[in-house]
C-alpha cells in the first residue's frame, strides 16, 4: 500500500501540460457481493452498477483514471451452494456509491492516433473511497442502522479498443477489497461485545463490478517523448 501510493504521487509529479489527450465517457454493468452472507461465487452480477469514467492518457502506456460509480449491492443465503447459509437465511442490501482514482496499465502500446485502431488488455488499481450502508441483526433479518464511509482496494482487468477514431470501448472486470467486515452486517462497529457478529470475522469483504466503458476522447494530439 506505501510503495503504491509513493508511485502514484511520483507520476502526478511528471505533469507536462504540453501533453493532454482525456477520455470521458459511462460505465454500466454489474455488481456482486462476496463475503458473510450468500453465494461465494467471484463473478455473479445481481444488480445493476451506473457512473461515470474519466482518464488522462499521460503516455502509449498508461493513463490516470477517475470513476464515480453507484450500485445497490445485494445478496442471500438461499443463492449460496452451501447448506448451512441456506439453511440460515439471511439476505441484506447495501447503496454503495465510490469514487476511484489510479492508475491504467496496458499490456501494449495504445496510440489512438495511428491508423490501426489499436486495441490491448489492461490492468487497473489505486484507491477507491466509498460511502455504504451500516447494517446490524435484528432478530433475524439484517437491518440498516447507518452510513459511513470506507476505503477499498481496486483490482480490475479489461480489454479496449478504438472506435471510429473517438471512441473507446472497454470490456472489463474489477474486485474491490474493501476495510471493513460488514458491508454485510456480519460485524457491526457498535456491536461492543459481539453477541451480533457472524461468519469469518478474520476476513474483509469484497465487492465485484463487471461491466463496459464507453468513452469519448478529446484535447490535442499528445507528445509522449518526454514520460
Not at 54 to 69: D, P, V
Not at 129 to 142: I, K, P, S, T
Not at 191 to 216: C, E, K, P, V
Request: aromatic share 18%.
Amino acid at each position: 500500500m506505501r510503495y503504491l501510493t509513493i508511485v502514484i504521487i511520483a507520476m502526478f509529479l511528471g505533469f507536462n501540460a504540453q501533453a493532454q489527450t482525456y477520455e470521458v465517457g459511462l460505465y454500466a454493468g454489474g455488481s456482486n457481493f462476496i463475503g458473510d452472507v450468500g453465494s461465494t461465487s467471484y463473478i455473479a452480477p445481481n444488480s445493476p452498477v451506473i457512473g461515470g469514467i474519466f482518464k488522462w492518457n499521460r503516455s502509449t502506456r498508461h493513463s490516470f483514471r477517475f470513476t464515480a460509480l453507484f450500485t445497490q449491492l445485494e445478496s442471500a443465503d438461499s443463492q449460496s451452494d452451501e447448506s448451512r447459509r441456506q439453511l440460515r437465511g439471511y439476505s441484506f442490501k447495501n447503496s454503495v456509491k465510490e469514487v476511484s482514482l489510479g492508475l491504467e496499465y496496458t499490456f501494449w502500446d495504445f496510440d489512438m492516433f495511428n491508423d490501426r485502431n489499436p486495441s490491448t488488455p489492461y490492468l487497473y488499481t489505486g484507491f477507491t473511497y466509498f460511502n455504504h450502508d451500516e447494517l446490524a441483526l435484528n432478530g433475524n433479518n439484517v437491518q440498516k442502522t447507518g452510513t459511513s464511509w470506507d476505503f477499498a482496494i481496486p483490482m480490475v482487468l479489461g480489454y479496449k479498443a478504438v472506435i471510429g477514431g473517438k471512441f473507446v470501448l472497454a470490456f472489463e472486470v474489477g474486485a474491490r477489497y474493501a476495510l471493513t467486515d460488514n458491508l454485510d452486517g456480519s460485524a457491526p462497529e457498535e456491536d461492543a461485545n459481539g453477541t451480533l457478529r457472524f461468519g469469518n470475522i478474520n476476513n474483509d469483504d469484497w465487492y465485484m463490478f463487471t461491466g463496459f466503458t464507453l468513452t469519448y476522447t478529446f484535447g490535442r494530439k499528445p507528445c509522449f517523448c518526454a514520460f
